[in-house]
Protein backbone atom coordinates (compact mmCIF):
# COMPACT_ATOMS: atom_id res chain seq x y z
CA UNK A 1 0.00 0.00 0.00
CA UNK A 2 1.41 3.47 -0.86
CA UNK A 3 1.41 6.38 1.35
CA UNK A 4 -1.77 8.03 -0.83
CA UNK A 5 -3.59 4.81 -0.04
CA UNK A 6 -2.69 4.35 3.45
CA UNK A 7 -3.53 7.83 4.06
CA UNK A 8 -7.06 7.36 2.67
CA UNK A 9 -7.61 4.51 4.59
CA UNK A 10 -6.93 6.25 7.69
CA UNK A 11 -9.56 8.54 7.26
CA UNK A 12 -12.21 6.68 5.95
CA UNK A 13 -11.34 4.79 9.34
CA UNK A 14 -11.71 7.89 11.23
CA UNK A 15 -15.22 9.00 10.28
CA UNK A 16 -16.77 5.41 10.77
CA UNK A 17 -15.10 5.67 14.10
CA UNK A 18 -16.58 9.07 14.95
CA UNK A 19 -20.29 7.45 14.90
CA UNK A 20 -19.16 4.88 16.98
CA UNK A 21 -18.31 4.16 20.51
CA UNK A 22 -15.14 1.86 21.83
CA UNK A 23 -14.52 -0.95 24.27
CA UNK A 24 -11.30 -2.28 24.30
CA UNK A 25 -10.08 -5.99 23.86
CA UNK A 26 -7.35 -7.37 26.11
CA UNK A 27 -6.26 -10.64 24.67
CA UNK A 28 -4.53 -13.25 26.83
CA UNK A 29 -2.07 -15.10 24.20
CA UNK A 30 -0.49 -18.81 25.73
CA UNK A 31 2.97 -17.07 25.41
CA UNK A 32 3.75 -13.80 27.52
CA UNK A 33 2.34 -11.25 25.61
CA UNK A 34 -0.31 -8.78 25.80
CA UNK A 35 -1.80 -7.27 22.80
CA UNK A 36 -4.48 -4.27 23.32
CA UNK A 37 -6.84 -3.96 20.25
CA UNK A 38 -8.86 -0.51 20.28
CA UNK A 39 -12.25 -1.31 18.34
CA UNK A 40 -15.57 0.62 18.03
CA UNK A 41 -19.20 -0.94 18.68
CA UNK A 42 -22.20 0.86 17.33
CA UNK A 43 -26.12 1.24 18.08
CA UNK A 44 -27.14 -2.37 18.29
CA UNK A 45 -29.34 -1.69 15.70
CA UNK A 46 -26.84 -1.21 13.24
CA UNK A 47 -23.75 -2.60 14.44
CA UNK A 48 -22.84 -5.78 12.02
CA UNK A 49 -22.96 -8.47 15.04
CA UNK A 50 -27.08 -8.35 14.56
CA UNK A 51 -26.48 -9.54 11.03
CA UNK A 52 -26.71 -13.43 11.65
CA UNK A 53 -23.49 -15.40 11.33
CA UNK A 54 -23.30 -18.76 8.89
CA UNK A 55 -24.27 -21.53 11.03
CA UNK A 56 -21.65 -23.60 9.04
CA UNK A 57 -18.79 -21.26 10.39
CA UNK A 58 -19.91 -22.14 14.01
CA UNK A 59 -18.82 -24.83 16.00
CA UNK A 60 -21.19 -27.05 17.80
CA UNK A 61 -19.03 -29.08 19.72
CA UNK A 62 -17.69 -26.65 22.01
CA UNK A 63 -19.09 -23.71 23.85
CA UNK A 64 -17.33 -20.37 24.64
CA UNK A 65 -18.20 -18.63 28.37
CA UNK A 66 -18.79 -15.44 29.07
CA UNK A 67 -18.25 -14.47 32.38
CA UNK A 68 -19.17 -11.11 33.86
CA UNK A 69 -16.65 -9.36 36.07
CA UNK A 70 -17.23 -5.97 37.65
CA UNK A 71 -15.31 -5.33 41.35
CA UNK A 72 -11.29 -6.20 41.35
CA UNK A 73 -11.77 -7.66 44.76
CA UNK A 74 -13.14 -10.36 43.05
CA UNK A 75 -10.04 -11.18 40.68
CA UNK A 76 -8.82 -14.11 42.75
CA UNK A 77 -11.90 -16.03 42.02
CA UNK A 78 -12.54 -15.06 38.55
CA UNK A 79 -8.51 -15.95 37.85
CA UNK A 80 -9.84 -19.59 39.53
CA UNK A 81 -13.16 -19.61 37.88
CA UNK A 82 -11.79 -19.04 34.50
CA UNK A 83 -8.95 -21.56 34.19
CA UNK A 84 -11.50 -24.09 35.52
CA UNK A 85 -13.52 -23.34 32.55
CA UNK A 86 -10.26 -23.26 29.97
CA UNK A 87 -9.66 -26.61 31.34
CA UNK A 88 -12.71 -27.93 30.73
CA UNK A 89 -12.48 -30.14 27.11
CA UNK A 90 -16.11 -28.90 26.37
CA UNK A 91 -14.75 -25.09 26.14
CA UNK A 92 -13.47 -23.52 22.93
CA UNK A 93 -13.11 -20.18 24.77
CA UNK A 94 -13.52 -17.82 27.93
CA UNK A 95 -14.15 -14.41 27.83
CA UNK A 96 -14.27 -12.07 30.74
CA UNK A 97 -16.97 -8.87 30.04
CA UNK A 98 -15.29 -6.45 32.21
CA UNK A 99 -17.71 -3.61 33.29
CA UNK A 100 -16.64 -1.61 35.18
CA UNK A 101 -15.05 1.38 33.44
CA UNK A 102 -13.19 3.05 36.61
CA UNK A 103 -10.72 0.07 36.59
CA UNK A 104 -7.36 1.52 35.14
CA UNK A 105 -5.97 0.05 32.44
CA UNK A 106 -3.07 -1.18 34.02
CA UNK A 107 -5.24 -3.74 36.57
CA UNK A 108 -6.61 -5.57 33.46
CA UNK A 109 -3.54 -5.73 31.69
CA UNK A 110 -1.56 -7.02 34.79
CA UNK A 111 -4.72 -9.49 34.76
CA UNK A 112 -4.83 -10.66 31.47
CA UNK A 113 -0.85 -11.89 31.92
CA UNK A 114 -2.45 -14.82 34.49
CA UNK A 115 -5.74 -15.07 32.97
CA UNK A 116 -6.69 -17.86 29.77
CA UNK A 117 -9.17 -15.52 28.56
CA UNK A 118 -9.84 -12.94 26.25
CA UNK A 119 -10.96 -9.66 28.08
CA UNK A 120 -13.35 -7.31 26.40
CA UNK A 121 -14.14 -4.16 28.23
CA UNK A 122 -17.45 -2.66 26.86
CA UNK A 123 -18.61 0.68 26.78
CA UNK A 124 -21.02 0.35 29.92
CA UNK A 125 -21.45 -0.63 32.55
CA UNK A 126 -24.77 -1.45 30.83
CA UNK A 127 -26.16 -5.39 31.87
CA UNK A 128 -27.38 -6.12 28.27
CA UNK A 129 -23.70 -6.25 27.39
CA UNK A 130 -23.80 -9.69 28.63
CA UNK A 131 -25.82 -10.88 25.63
CA UNK A 132 -24.10 -8.91 23.08
CA UNK A 133 -23.69 -10.91 20.19
CA UNK A 134 -19.54 -10.21 19.85
CA UNK A 135 -18.61 -11.14 17.01
CA UNK A 136 -15.51 -13.12 18.56
CA UNK A 137 -17.80 -15.75 19.57
CA UNK A 138 -17.17 -18.75 16.93
CA UNK A 139 -19.73 -21.24 18.62
CA UNK A 140 -23.20 -21.90 18.54
CA UNK A 141 -23.61 -22.91 22.14
CA UNK A 142 -22.96 -19.88 24.25
CA UNK A 143 -22.20 -20.36 28.49
CA UNK A 144 -22.93 -16.81 30.48
CA UNK A 145 -21.22 -17.20 34.04
CA UNK A 146 -21.43 -15.21 37.06
CA UNK A 147 -17.86 -14.42 39.04
CA UNK A 148 -18.46 -15.85 41.65
CA UNK A 149 -19.54 -19.67 40.28
CA UNK A 150 -16.64 -22.33 39.60
CA UNK A 151 -18.54 -25.16 38.52
CA UNK A 152 -16.73 -28.65 38.32
CA UNK A 153 -15.51 -30.33 34.82
CA UNK A 154 -18.46 -32.91 35.06
CA UNK A 155 -20.90 -30.77 35.56
CA UNK A 156 -19.68 -28.75 32.94
CA UNK A 157 -19.89 -31.47 30.27
CA UNK A 158 -23.09 -32.47 31.00
CA UNK A 159 -24.66 -29.47 31.11
CA UNK A 160 -23.38 -29.36 27.49
CA UNK A 161 -24.37 -32.54 26.67
CA UNK A 162 -27.89 -32.03 27.89
CA UNK A 163 -28.23 -28.39 26.11
CA UNK A 164 -26.82 -30.32 22.61
CA UNK A 165 -30.35 -32.39 23.08
CA UNK A 166 -32.28 -29.39 23.81
CA UNK A 167 -30.62 -26.31 21.96
CA UNK A 168 -33.94 -24.16 21.81
CA UNK A 169 -34.11 -23.91 25.65
CA UNK A 170 -32.12 -22.55 28.70
CA UNK A 171 -29.93 -25.31 30.62
CA UNK A 172 -28.65 -23.87 33.91
CA UNK A 173 -27.69 -25.28 37.87
CA UNK A 174 -30.22 -22.42 39.18
CA UNK A 175 -33.73 -22.12 39.11
CA UNK A 176 -36.45 -19.71 40.07
CA UNK A 177 -39.95 -18.96 39.50
CA UNK A 178 -42.53 -16.54 38.57
CA UNK A 179 -46.25 -16.06 39.90
CA UNK A 180 -49.24 -14.00 40.23
CA UNK A 181 -50.11 -12.03 43.43
CA UNK A 182 -54.09 -11.91 43.32
CA UNK A 183 -54.16 -9.51 46.16
CA UNK A 184 -51.59 -6.85 44.35
CA UNK A 185 -52.98 -8.09 40.94
CA UNK A 186 -49.05 -8.28 40.02
CA UNK A 187 -46.18 -10.91 39.36
CA UNK A 188 -43.50 -11.82 42.00
CA UNK A 189 -40.30 -13.82 41.96
CA UNK A 190 -39.86 -16.66 44.08
CA UNK A 191 -38.28 -19.98 44.17
CA UNK A 192 -40.79 -23.14 44.44
CA UNK A 193 -39.77 -26.65 45.31
CA UNK A 194 -41.75 -28.39 42.31
CA UNK A 195 -41.80 -26.15 39.67
CA UNK A 196 -39.27 -23.24 37.88
CA UNK A 197 -39.83 -20.76 34.94
CA UNK A 198 -36.21 -19.05 35.05
CA UNK A 199 -32.47 -20.25 35.06
CA UNK A 200 -30.00 -17.88 36.28
CA UNK A 201 -26.82 -16.26 34.87
CA UNK A 202 -24.86 -17.66 37.56
CA UNK A 203 -24.45 -20.97 34.90
CA UNK A 204 -27.03 -20.39 32.00
CA UNK A 205 -25.78 -22.22 28.31
CA UNK A 206 -27.88 -20.86 25.31
CA UNK A 207 -27.86 -20.65 21.73
CA UNK A 208 -25.94 -17.98 20.11
CA UNK A 209 -29.17 -16.42 18.16
CA UNK A 210 -30.76 -16.23 21.25
CA UNK A 211 -28.23 -13.18 22.17
CA UNK A 212 -29.00 -11.46 18.58
CA UNK A 213 -32.79 -11.56 19.29
CA UNK A 214 -32.14 -9.99 22.83
CA UNK A 215 -29.98 -7.44 21.64
CA UNK A 216 -31.31 -6.91 17.69
CA UNK A 217 -34.84 -7.24 17.95
CA UNK A 218 -36.82 -3.94 18.09
CA UNK A 219 -39.30 -5.22 20.29
CA UNK A 220 -37.37 -5.86 23.56
CA UNK A 221 -35.80 -2.29 23.13
CA UNK A 222 -37.86 -0.96 25.68
CA UNK A 223 -37.68 -3.81 28.05
CA UNK A 224 -33.85 -3.69 27.36
CA UNK A 225 -34.36 0.38 28.79
CA UNK A 226 -36.34 -1.18 31.59
CA UNK A 227 -32.60 -3.45 32.27
CA UNK A 228 -30.46 -0.15 32.75
CA UNK A 229 -32.90 1.45 34.67
CA UNK A 230 -33.23 -1.43 37.52
CA UNK A 231 -29.60 -2.22 36.86
CA UNK A 232 -31.21 -5.83 37.24
CA UNK A 233 -33.02 -8.34 35.32
CA UNK A 234 -31.11 -9.07 32.45
CA UNK A 235 -31.16 -12.88 33.18
CA UNK A 236 -35.16 -12.87 33.05
CA UNK A 237 -35.58 -10.90 30.44
CA UNK A 238 -33.32 -13.65 28.71
CA UNK A 239 -35.93 -15.99 29.61
CA UNK A 240 -38.52 -14.17 28.02
CA UNK A 241 -36.77 -14.42 25.11
CA UNK A 242 -36.47 -17.81 24.85
CA UNK A 243 -39.61 -18.92 26.38
CA UNK A 244 -41.61 -16.62 23.67
CA UNK A 245 -38.89 -18.40 20.45
CA UNK A 246 -39.33 -22.10 22.15
CA UNK A 247 -42.83 -21.69 23.66
CA UNK A 248 -41.34 -23.86 26.60
CA UNK A 249 -39.72 -23.49 29.89
CA UNK A 250 -35.80 -23.64 30.75
CA UNK A 251 -34.48 -27.22 31.73
CA UNK A 252 -32.52 -27.21 35.30
CA UNK A 253 -29.70 -30.00 35.24
CA UNK A 254 -28.08 -31.96 37.91
CA UNK A 255 -24.37 -30.56 38.72
CA UNK A 256 -23.05 -33.81 40.37
CA UNK A 257 -21.10 -32.94 43.42
CA UNK A 258 -22.34 -29.29 43.33
CA UNK A 259 -20.97 -25.97 42.48
CA UNK A 260 -19.00 -23.95 44.40
CA UNK A 261 -20.48 -20.38 45.01
CA UNK A 262 -18.54 -17.37 46.41
CA UNK A 263 -20.60 -15.18 46.50
CA UNK A 264 -23.38 -16.91 48.41
CA UNK A 265 -24.01 -15.09 51.93
CA UNK A 266 -24.39 -18.22 53.81
CA UNK A 267 -20.91 -18.97 53.16
CA UNK A 268 -19.14 -18.96 56.57
CA UNK A 269 -15.54 -20.27 55.50
CA UNK A 270 -13.75 -16.79 55.68
CA UNK A 271 -14.00 -17.22 50.78
CA UNK A 272 -16.88 -15.39 50.21
CA UNK A 273 -16.48 -12.17 47.79
CA UNK A 274 -16.22 -9.43 50.07
CA UNK A 275 -19.28 -7.77 48.75
CA UNK A 276 -22.65 -8.32 49.66
CA UNK A 277 -24.75 -8.32 45.82
CA UNK A 278 -27.62 -7.25 45.48
CA UNK A 279 -29.03 -11.08 45.67
CA UNK A 280 -28.33 -11.13 49.11
CA UNK A 281 -30.17 -8.40 50.07
CA UNK A 282 -33.34 -10.87 49.75
CA UNK A 283 -36.32 -8.96 50.33
CA UNK A 284 -35.48 -6.01 48.26
CA UNK A 285 -33.98 -8.07 45.34
CA UNK A 286 -37.20 -10.38 44.94
CA UNK A 287 -39.37 -6.94 44.88
CA UNK A 288 -37.17 -5.42 42.24
CA UNK A 289 -37.05 -8.41 40.30
CA UNK A 290 -40.94 -9.19 40.60
CA UNK A 291 -41.00 -5.67 39.35
CA UNK A 292 -39.34 -6.36 36.47
CA UNK A 293 -41.48 -9.35 35.64
CA UNK A 294 -44.50 -6.88 35.47
CA UNK A 295 -42.61 -4.46 33.41
CA UNK A 296 -41.91 -6.77 31.01
CA UNK A 297 -44.91 -8.72 31.18
CA UNK A 298 -46.81 -4.88 30.68
CA UNK A 299 -44.23 -3.66 27.35
CA UNK A 300 -44.47 -6.54 25.48
CA UNK A 301 -48.08 -7.46 26.52
CA UNK A 302 -47.72 -11.77 27.20
CA UNK A 303 -46.76 -13.88 29.43
CA UNK A 304 -44.33 -16.39 27.73
CA UNK A 305 -42.51 -17.77 30.82
CA UNK A 306 -43.28 -21.39 30.93
CA UNK A 307 -43.04 -23.65 34.13
CA UNK A 308 -40.86 -26.65 33.81
CA UNK A 309 -40.79 -29.85 36.53
CA UNK A 310 -37.88 -32.00 37.70
CA UNK A 311 -34.60 -32.25 36.54
CA UNK A 312 -31.90 -33.76 34.14
CA UNK A 313 -30.02 -36.22 36.08
CA UNK A 314 -26.28 -37.40 35.30
CA UNK A 315 -26.59 -40.68 36.70
CA UNK A 316 -29.37 -43.53 36.55
CA UNK A 317 -30.03 -46.01 39.49
CA UNK A 318 -32.95 -48.10 40.95
CA UNK A 319 -36.03 -46.94 42.35
CA UNK A 320 -37.11 -49.56 43.53
CA UNK A 321 -36.70 -50.34 47.31
CA UNK A 322 -35.96 -53.68 48.94
CA UNK A 323 -35.44 -54.64 52.65
CA UNK A 324 -31.53 -55.26 52.70
CA UNK A 325 -30.06 -55.75 56.46
CA UNK A 326 -33.67 -54.86 57.84
CA UNK A 327 -33.59 -51.98 56.21
CA UNK A 328 -35.79 -49.94 53.17
CA UNK A 329 -32.80 -49.20 50.87
CA UNK A 330 -32.62 -48.97 46.74
CA UNK A 331 -32.35 -52.53 45.74
CA UNK A 332 -29.03 -51.86 43.74
CA UNK A 333 -27.44 -50.15 46.97
CA UNK A 334 -24.77 -52.85 48.60
CA UNK A 335 -24.78 -53.50 52.51
CA UNK A 336 -21.51 -54.59 54.06
Given at each position: ????D??Q??????K?????F??????S??????VV?????G?Y?????C???D?????????T????GY?????????S???A?S?????????????????P??T???????L???I?R????????????W?????RA???S????E?????????????K?N???????????H??????K??I?T??K??Y??????F???????????????????????V??M????D????????E?AN?GPL????K??V?????????????V?E?G?SS?I??????R????TE???????M???Y???????S??????????????P?D????
Amino acid sequence: MNKNDESQTRSAAMKLASSLFSFTVIISLTVPIIVVISVRVGPYSTEPACNKPDPRNLRSDLMTVIINGYSENRIPHIQSIAAAYSASPSIAAVILLWCNSSTPPQTLSSLAQNLPATILRPPSSSLNHRFYPWDIIKTRAVLISDDDIEPNQKSISFAFTTWKSNPDLIIGFFARSHAYDLQSKSWIYTMEKEKYSIILTKFMIIDRTHLQTYTCDDKYIKTRHIVDEMNNCEDILMNFVVAENANKGPLLVEAKGGVRDYGDARNDDGLRVSEVGLSSRIGEHRKRRGECITEFHRLLGRMPLRYSYGMMVNSVGEQGLCVKGEKLVPCDQQIF
